[in-house]
C-alpha cells in the first residue's frame, strides 16, 4: 500500500506541479507504447540551473519517490510510435535518454525539457535532440507466480562522444498500474509545450524518498562531455522506476 501510495503521490505531485495550462483547445497528434525506466537524479545544482531557460529556477520534485531530484532521466525504448491517424512512424520505434527537470518563474512551475538523446533525432519537438547510438539489454528469469530477477543495461554512446551508461539488477515486486497527465516544456523553445496522457504499469525499484530500499542494485556512469556540468561524478541517485509498459496519447495545447 505505501508504495502504491507513493506512486500516486509522484504522479499527482507533477500533474499539479505542471498544471499552469490555459483551457484551450487540443490537437491529437499521436501515440505511443513504450518500456522505461525513471531515474531520480540529485545533480550538480549550478549544471542544472545552465540548462534552464532564461528567468527560471531550477527546483526539486516536490513529494512521491523523486522528492529531493532536481533532475530526471528517463531511459526509453520505443516499440511503437503512431501519428494521430494510427499510422506507424517511419521508422516505427526508437530509444532515447531525456533529461528534464521542474523550473519555477513566480508562481509558475513547468517541467522543461532539456535534452533528448536519441536514435531517431530527426523527430525532435522539443528542439533539443542530439544524435546516438542506443544499446539496451535485458532479461527477466523465475517462477510464474512471484518476483523474477530482472536485468536492464543502457548503453548509449551520443554523437558527440563519450557514453552514459546506467545498469540494474533486481528483484521485480508488486507493480501498479496508473494513469497521468504532464504538460512538459521545451528548454529551447519555451513557449512550446505538448500534453501526454499516458497510462503506465510501475515498479518501484527503490527511493530513499519513501525509504524504499532496493532488492538488487544500480549504477550509473558518464562520460559524455555535453553532460558533465550535471552528471560530474557528484551525483546522487534518488529513486528508481521501472516501467515495463507505458502508454501515451500526444496533444498539442
Do not use: C
Not at 60 to 84: C, T
Amino acid at each position: 500500500m505505501l508504495i502504491r501510495s507513493a506512486l500516486r503521490t509522484f504522479v499527482t505531485a507533477v500533474a499539479l506541479a505542471t498544471l499552469a495550462v490555459a483551457a484551450r483547445a487540443e490537437t491529437f497528434v499521436g501515440s505511443n507504447i513504450d518500456s522505461r525506466v525513471l531515474v531520480g537524479v540529485k545533480a550538480n545544482a549550478q549544471g542544472v540551473q545552465a540548462m534552464m531557460p532564461e528567468g527560471w529556477t531550477s527546483v526539486p520534485f516536490p513529494s512521491g519517490p523523486m522528492k529531493g531530484s532536481n533532475l530526471l532521466l528517463a531511459l526509453i525504448d520505443g516499440v511503437l510510435e503512431m501519428d494521430a491517424e494510427g499510422k506507424p512512424l517511419d521508422p516505427p520505434s526508437r530509444r532515447a535518454a531525456v533529461l528534464v527537470g521542474l523550473g519555477k518563474k513566480d508562481d509558475a512551475v513547468r517541467m522543461y525539457v532539456f535534452r533528448m538523446i536519441t536514435t531517431v533525432p530527426d523527430r525532435d519537438p522539443y528542439s533539443v535532440a542530439t544524435a546516438a547510438e542506443i544499446e539496451r539489454t535485458t532479461s527477466l528469469a523465475g517462477p510464474a507466480n512471484g518476483g523474477r530477477e530482472s536485468t536492464d543495461e543502457w548503453r548509449i554512446k551520443p554523437a558527440g562522444g563519450g557514453e552514459l551508461v546506467f545498469s540494474l539488477a533486481y528483484k521485480t515486486g508488486k507493480r501498479s498500474w496508473a494513469p497521468g497527465q504532464l504538460f512538459p516544456h521545451s528548454a529551447a523553445k519555451p513557449d512550446f509545450s505538448r500534453i501526454y496522457r499516458y497510462e503506465q504499469l510501475v515498479d518501484l525499484v527503490a527511493s530513499t524518498a519513501v525509504g524504499k530500499p532496493s532488492s538488487g542494485k544500480f549504477s550509473m556512469t558518464s562520460t559524455v562531455t555535453d553532460l558533465g556540468a550535471v552528471l560530474d561524478g557528484s551525483e546522487e541517485i534518488i529513486a528508481v522506476m521501472d516501467v515495463p509498459v507505458y502508454v501515451r496519447k500526444v496533444f498539442l495545447p
